[in-house]
């Protein structure tokens, strides 16, 4: 239907067809108007005829219009031209002098610094579009015009995506070139960014290689690959520099890839200026293993330390307190004592630090049966004797409405009364 001497709008008289896809074909044509070469891209007729498509292919025009970068091939005009009694869609572009990279990459594979510089190149271009919010979704090497003095300019934005246009696709089509897929595309995931990385990542893997890193005889098949197999491994002359940029970019999470193309241009640089190292150092796993084991055993420690520190059971206002930490106590079974009867026990042994409290008097012997009369409330120390009686179950330490003894009536320790003659 198109050929040379077609003109769109009375404007734009198409000479040379420069190259062509699902989307349709780009044109070398001739503004009249303002008389300086121009590119024209030329939508497929199944896509004009989508009002929907066709509207948005209209927002995105208007959107890449306002993009300025030396990167990026600029956007000039957007039309819908009458041929052959069919309606056609076209986007007019600067035209860039020089060849496509995919022609370029025909008589062979890039070297290591060659390919960072370029992809430092694109990351810029892709950068200044998604900080517009505007994803490219076809970055390939037939995008990618080389300049007569070495740079790269990305062009064909006319399937892009923005986030203030929504998506261009239609039901059942996927706006991406199988070879450059990135893998979410294929399971009609929201577009992203990360999409343009891994195409660029693609590209890169394609100037060291001089191939795809997938091939198929479908493009299903390549999809496929895309989703499921491994990128094959680059070659062992790629210095560690930009061997880490190319294969961090062709993760097949996008969060695993490199964040922003302003991150991945950036890194390569620091490879092309330092190709034996790492544009960013690998994390270390001993590190994190290590950290994880400190921290199992900081929560260990300190669950066993208040297992360790908890009573077995809840002390009594008469028990006895327990020492400080590192302080011992003598711990002797006391037999009943009988009513009437006193005995004189030994001291407990306690620390320092322990605060004094009341100890129930325990005997000196457990074979000995010995015992003192109850308190007399007279002065003299003279002891008297009385007769024994029957052993009651009164509580050893006094209750609080009867005092416990007076001083004068305390016998001192060791000193044992006699209760039946003869006495010693």
């Not at 022609?103 to 594979?109: E, F, Q, S």
């Not at 400190?294 to 009573?311: H, K, M, N």
């Not at 004094?356 to 003192?372: G, K, N």
């Not at 609080?400 to 006495?423: L, M, N, V």
Request: aromatic content about 4%; glycine content about 8%.
């Amino acid at each position: 239907m198109l050929g040379a001497g077609t003109t769109l709008n009375d404007r734009y008289v198409l000479s040379d067809r420069l190259g062509g896809g699902g989307m349709g074909e780009v044109w070398r044509a001739d503004d009249t108007v303002l008389g300086r070469a121009v590119a024209v891209k030329v939508l497929t007729p199944a896509l004009t005829d989508n009002p929907t498509f066709a509207q948005r292919f209209q927002n995105e025009a208007r959107a890449m219009a306002t993009l300025r970068h030396p990167g990026v091939v600029d956007v000039y005009d957007y039309g819908i031209s009458d041929v052959e009694g069919r309606q056609v869609s076209f986007l007019v572009m600067e035209y860039v002098p020089g060849e496509s990279l995919d022609r370029v990459l025909r008589r062979g594979a890039l070297g290591p610094e060659a390919t960072m510089r370029l992809v430092a190149e694109v990351g810029d271009a892709l950068a200044a579009a998604h900080a517009q919010g505007i994803v490219h979704r076809d970055v390939k090497s037939a995008n990618l015009m080389v300049r007569p003095g070495g740079s790269v300019a990305l062009t064909d934005f006319g399937i892009a995506h923005s986030v203030s246009a929504g998506h261009l696709t239609t039901t059942g089509t996927m706006l991406c070139s199988a070879g450059y897929c990135a893998p979410e595309m294929a399971t009609a995931s929201d577009v992203t960014p990360a999409v343009d990385i891994y195409a660029l990542g693609v590209v890169a893997y394609e100037c060291l290689t001089g191939q795809l890193p997938f091939q198929g005889d479908t493009p299903v098949q390549i999809i496929f690959k895309h989703l499921n197999s491994p990128i094959p491994r680059l070659p062992d002359d790629v210095p560690p520099g930009p061997r880490q940029v190319v294969t961090r970019a062709l993760e097949k999470t996008p969060d695993a890839r490199w964040p922003t193309a302003a991150l991945m241009a950036e890194a390569a640089r620091k490879a092309l200026a330092s190709p034996g190292t790492l544009p960013v150092p690998r994390p270390r796993r001993t590190a994190r293993v290590v950290l994880t084991a400190f921290a199992a055993i900081a929560v260990s420690a300190a669950v066993a330390g208040s297992v360790w520190l908890r009573p077995t059971e809840p002390a009594s206002s008469n028990d006895v307190e327990p020492p400080s930490v590192g302080g011992t106590v003598t711990e002797v079974s006391p037999t009943p004592p009988s009513a009437g009867r006193h005995t004189s026990s030994p001291p407990v042994k306690r620390t320092p630090a322990a605060r004094p409290t009341r100890v129930t008097p325990v005997p000196t012997s457990p074979t000995a049966t010995v015992s003192v009369s109850p308190p007399t409330r007279t002065p003299t120390p003279t002891p008297t004797t009385s007769a024994p009686e029957e052993p009651t179950e009164q509580p050893t330490t006094p209750g609080p409405e009867e005092p416990t003894s007076e001083p004068s009536d305390t016998i001192p320790p060791g000193d044992i009364q006699c209760i039946r003659a003869p006495c010693p």
